[in-house]
């Protein structure tokens, strides 16, 4: 017999042994989210079995695997939200996980500048909800005291916010996925969740024509979070709408312009902190991102295009509510999506002395925008709960900082919504 026959047995025989058992917890989604979840899970019930199930070939594919690697420090959040109580601790919990598990991070902190005397109220009402948050060792901080932190940059007055750094986030879904699978845990990969179905107090789950049986389901699946709640019969009214974010990298030569994190002043109508330097763990520096409309919800590139995620965002009352409102900053958003030396011109008033030769492509991400049918965006993070079933529905930044925090508040909803 050939290895590879060998193989494709032995997988058969596995699959078969897990479609015929009923496991505590399946969790859908091999992002951050759901592996902290899974991983949370085990440690408060050791005994339980776990299955994940990640359409993708490995973890981290989409959300958690494309964004800037930035370990963010809470500043920005609404005082007692779930994003600013599970930023600050998860922050703590994720620093405290590298440094056990040898996982690559650098504390390098982080100036979120003022270029222009009407942002500095702006500046103010950040330090002050950083403040409000707990945020250890913030510093207002004058133009000569942030070029010594960073020579390059520009700005009349800064936060200094010592400490936010940058992480390598896919490292860190591999080491919990591997602290995760212990026995009588498993994680399945090319797996893409088709229904949900209920019956007689326990769920069957469909996979990629597989089916798997369990007592409690919990939905991290980010883009397709939406789609997946509804499968299993819960009527929700969030959308996911995606939105592209789209990257340049400073070239080698200019990398010295920036030393750890620089940030301006975020827009407080718009859910993005706007185009910034991040020095990233693994070596570079990212500039940006925009955020324009993606005509797939998996669209990294300006070509993509899926015609039922379309279709799905266009019949939506929320997406054209949203953007009647923001019509002007969508517009904004799509120029500098086409030209570079728009681009470029937001970044100069954070770095004036680079130029356009000192930016080239790097990799898009794509963030879930989730909405209500009357074009607000969903805030905070938000679940929906049901007897056997945690949907996680809007888990944006910070969520890859929190994720440790959420699944803590995950394992305390299944505890209430399960009765365990």
């Known amino acids: 017999m050939k290895f590879r026959d060998f193989i494709a047995g032995f997988r058969v025989q596995i699959l078969s042994i897990m479609t015929s058992k009923t496991f505590d917890f399946i969790i859908a989604g091999a992002g951050i989210v759901g592996l902290s979840t899974a991983y949370k899970l085990s440690l408060a019930y050791p005994d339980a079995s776990i299955l994940i199930l990640e359409k993708e070939p490995g973890v981290a594919a989409h959300q958690t695997g494309h964004n800037s690697g930035v370990i963010h420090s809470g500043i920005y959040y609404k005082p007692g939200s779930y994003k600013a109580k599970n930023c600050v601790d998860g922050r703590h919990q994720l620093v405290d996980f590298c440094l056990e598990n040898e996982i690559k991070m650098d504390i390098c902190g982080k100036v ?157 109508d718009f859910p993005f902190l706007g185009v910034h330097f991040t020095r990233m763990v693994l070596g570079g520096v990212e500039c940006g991102p925009n955020a324009v409309f993606a005509f797939k919800r998996e669209g990294y590139t300006k070509m993509a295009f899926n015609f039922t995620d379309t279709i799905e965002t266009v019949n939506f009352p929320g997406f054209w509510k949203l953007a009647g409102r923001h019509w002007k900053m969508g517009l904004d958003e799509m120029y500098r999506s086409v030209s570079r030396n728009g681009f470029l011109k937001n970044l100069q008033k954070l770095i004036p002395s680079v130029q356009i030769d000192d930016l080239k492509p790097a990799p898009a991400g794509v963030r879930a925008m989730a909405l209500d049918p009357n074009g607000n965006i969903v805030d905070d993070f938000f679940f929906e709960t049901t007897d056997n079933e945690i949907h996680v529905l809007n888990a944006p930044s910070p969520a890859a900082t929190a994720g440790l925090s959420i699944g803590d508040e995950i394992v305390n909803k299944a505890k209430q919504a399960f009765s365990l």
Request: glycine content about 8%; proline content about 5%; charged content about 20%.
């Open 112 to 268: 979120i500048v003022a270029t222009q005397e009407e942002e500095i109220p702006g500046l103010t009402a950040i330090f002050n909800r950083g403040l409000q948050n707990e945020i250890e060792g913030l510093n207002l901080i004058d133009s000569k005291e942030l070029r010594e932190l960073e020579p390059h940059a520009a700005g009349l007055r800064a936060i200094h916010v010592p400490c936010a750094g940058i992480v390598d986030f896919k490292g860190v879904c591999e080491v919990l996925a591997a602290k995760t699978v212990l026995p009588g845990n498993r994680i399945l990969f090319n797996s893409m969740i088709t229904g949900v179905h209920q019956s007689n107090g326990s769920l069957t789950i469909s996979a990629s024509g597989h089916s798997y049986t369990c007592k409690h389901f919990i939905n991290c699946t980010g883009l397709h979070s939406d789609r997946v709640a509804r499968a299993s019969g819960v009527d929700t009214q969030i959308k996911i709408v995606p939105f592209r974010g789209e990257y340049f990298k400073l070239t080698s030569s200019a990398d010295h312009l920036v030393k750890g994190l620089i940030y301006p002043i975020p827009n407080p």
